[in-house]
């Protein structure tokens, strides 16, 4: 559609009407006819003589041609424009950030698929939480993965295929066969800095405890909850088990409660896949809806069209005025020649 975007502008096309009624007519000076002697003949008769004036006529062109332009002149200044249809963008409203446990206890076979067999750690998490990635498609999902240190895999991206398939190639001892969890929330926490998502969400899995941070896992919470970071937890594995292949549920707890999010166990893939649905749940899906409609600017088209009836005007009267002064030899001026030299003689 077409539209204004100043079209109280309009107020002003009887501005040149109003100008001619009040204002005196422009006046020029003009040669008039040269008489010998003419100062002393006014002097003789008692005349002071003053600057003649005389107050142009317009032809028709003009009366024509100028309130077109200015029509053209004030609807170019209302600035006309072509609105094209809406464009709608869906922006995320929430950064999801999946830190993964991949020490070399992730490769121990005790989680059972769905038909019973014994399957690793590592291939029960890679399942289900590709499949959880796939059921956010209006998120900005990022995927950080720890050992012995953390490594961020992907940053936060819309390109969910892409963490797909990194997620796909993990391997148990990748990073590491240590685990270093606080500093790999530490790391999360960094890289939501630059985020302007209104929600930012972490989500730990891990089946050991914390032996090889620098940052303790209960002081990156505290710095989490300063930031406004929930961090979910899950633990998987043996709680039962001694040294580094213990899980610390107690941790985990007490991270989740501290920056206000959710603590959860899993024992098989199908509690692994139950924890994943039940945080799709609790992380509904949040997108804001960007709209705008283009506009195209069409003002130089009536301010093109007046300046070229003002160029044309002036070179049609520039060639009028040619024509008039151009020399004329004609038979009546030959005979009035021929008189005037008889009457010397």
Same mark, same amino acid.
């Given at each position: 559609m077409y539209q204004f975007e100043y079209p109280w502008l309009f107020v002003l096309l009887p501005l040149p009407l109003l100008l001619w009624w009040w204002l005196p007519p422009y006046r020029e000076e003009s040669p008039s006819v040269r008489l010998p002697f003419f100062g002393e003949v006014a002097s003789a008769a008692g005349l002071i003589p003053a600057t003649g004036a005389v107050v142009p006529r317009r032809n028709r062109l003009q009366w024509v041609l100028a309130p077109l332009a200015w029509v053209l002149v004030v609807t170019a200044l209302a600035r006309p424009q072509f609105l094209e249809a809406p464009i709608q963008k869906v922006q995320p409203a929430r950064d999801l950030l999946i830190v993964l446990d991949l020490s070399q206890s992730m490769d121990t076979r005790d989680f059972r698929d769905p038909s019973g067999v014994l399957i690793a750690r590592v291939q029960a998490v890679r399942q289900v939480v590709s499949g959880f990635v796939a059921k956010r498609p209006g998120d900005r999902i990022g995927l950080i993965v720890f050992g012995d240190a953390p490594y961020p895999l992907a940053p936060f991206t819309l390109d969910h295929q892409l963490v797909q398939t990194l997620i796909t190639g993990l391997l148990p001892g990748m990073a590491g066969p240590s685990t270093a969890l606080g500093d790999a929330i530490g790391l999360g926490i960094k890289m939501f800095e630059h985020s302007e998502a209104s929600e930012k969400v972490l989500i730990v899995l891990t089946d050991g405890n914390d032996t090889a941070s620098r940052m303790p896992p209960e002081r990156a919470g505290g710095i989490a909850k300063e930031r406004k970071v929930v961090v979910h937890t899950i633990g998987i594995g043996d709680p039962?088990? =001694?040294?580094?292949?213990?899980?610390? +549920?107690?941790? %985990?707890?007490r991270l989740a409660t501290q920056t206000g999010g959710r603590y959860f166990f899993g024992a098989d893939q199908a509690g692994l896949k139950t924890i994943y649905a039940t945080l799709d749940k609790? @992380?509904?899906?949040?997108?804001? @809806? %960007? =709209? &705008?409609? $283009? *506009?195209?600017? /069409?003002?130089? &088209? $009536? /301010? !093109?069209?007046? /300046?070229? %009836?003002? /160029?044309?005007?002036?070179? +049609?009267?520039? !060639?009028?005025?040619? &024509? %008039? =002064?151009?020399? *004329?030899?004609?038979?009546? !001026?030959?005979?009035?020649?021929?008189?005037?030299?008889?009457? !010397?003689?």
């Open positions: 039962n088990a =001694s040294g580094e292949e213990k899980v610390d +549920l107690g941790v %985990l707890q609790i @992380t509904p899906h949040n997108e804001k @809806t %960007l =709209s &705008w409609r $283009p *506009r195209r600017e /069409l003002f130089m &088209w $009536p /301010l !093109g069209a007046a /300046l070229a %009836l003002v /160029l044309v005007y002036q070179l +049609l009267m520039f !060639g009028y005025s040619a &024509w %008039l =002064s151009r020399p *004329r030899h004609s038979a009546e !001026g030959a005979d009035d020649m021929a008189h005037a030299s008889g009457e !010397g003689r």
